[in-house]
């Protein structure tokens, strides 16, 4: 048996809950029982890269791993979420209705899983539900379009903070690439042997560590946020 109070206040700190009413979110529990599944850390995927977006994930407690390759195979990308957080919202419909990354449980966590159809028929209905939609979607469509604003940058280190800004664009705190050095060098039109000194001297200041394939940014904003 679940605690109403305590499903409650979960709920309401949740994005997109937060200030709907308590009547609300009472009648959704009993309608679309929204009661977060609590899963063990492991490497096997809840979501997958590609799969289709049959569900809007709430991660209500933990840490998830966020995994992400490259269309062109050239890269993959690793960070990470912190609860709580709304899983891709903006990949639930639209012209490719698929998952973005694929996420495994980094932590022990407490997620919500919410069928799209329930979306429709009963969440957005509510006027609170639907301005925080609507307020995330914004967001997520700015920040997504500075970082596609083109940009005259004759500076390699600029030009890869840039392809970094773009790649992470959703990202916080650290983050992981695995990229061979040809091919970095290719994305941001330089040399390897620029790339390998840029990455080096990046290395001796701390903002990264380097290793076999990959490197690790430590905090991605504090390094693509250096470019003026």
């Not at 091919?183 to 001297?201: F, K, M, P, Q, W």
């Amino acid at each position: 048996m679940h605690d109403l109070s305590t499903q409650y206040a979960l709920l309401t700190r949740l994005p997109l809950f937060r200030g709907v009413s308590s009547t609300e979110l009472i009648g959704w529990e009993d309608a679309l029982k929204l009661f977060p599944d609590e899963l063990p850390a492991s490497r096997t995927p809840i979501i997958r890269q590609g799969e289709h977006c049959s569900h809007l994930f709430f991660l209500a407690e933990g840490v998830l791993r966020r995994e992400h390759c490259s269309a062109d195979g050239g890269y993959t990308l690793h960070s990470q979420i912190k609860s709580p957080a709304v899983i891709e919202a903006d990949r639930l419909f639209g012209l490719t209705p698929t998952y973005k990354n694929t996420y495994t449980a980094k932590s022990k966590i407490k997620i919500l899983a919410i069928r799209k159809t329930f979306i429709g028929s009963h969440l957005m209905k509510n006027d609170v539900f639907r301005l925080n939609l609507l307020n995330l979607l914004s967001a997520i469509a700015q920040k997504r379009d500075t970082a596609l604003h083109p940009l005259q940058l004759n500076n390699p280190e600029d030009r890869l903070r840039l392809f970094l800004e773009r790649v992470f664009v959703d990202c916080e705190g650290e983050v992981e690439i695995y990229i061979l050095m040809e091919d970095l060098a290719r994305y941001i039109g330089e040399t390897r042997l620029t790339v390998s000194r840029l990455l080096n001297h990046w290395q001796e200041e701390g903002l990264i560590r380097m290793g076999r394939g990959k490197f690790v940014i430590h905090d991605i904003q504090k390094c693509v946020l250096r470019r003026p």
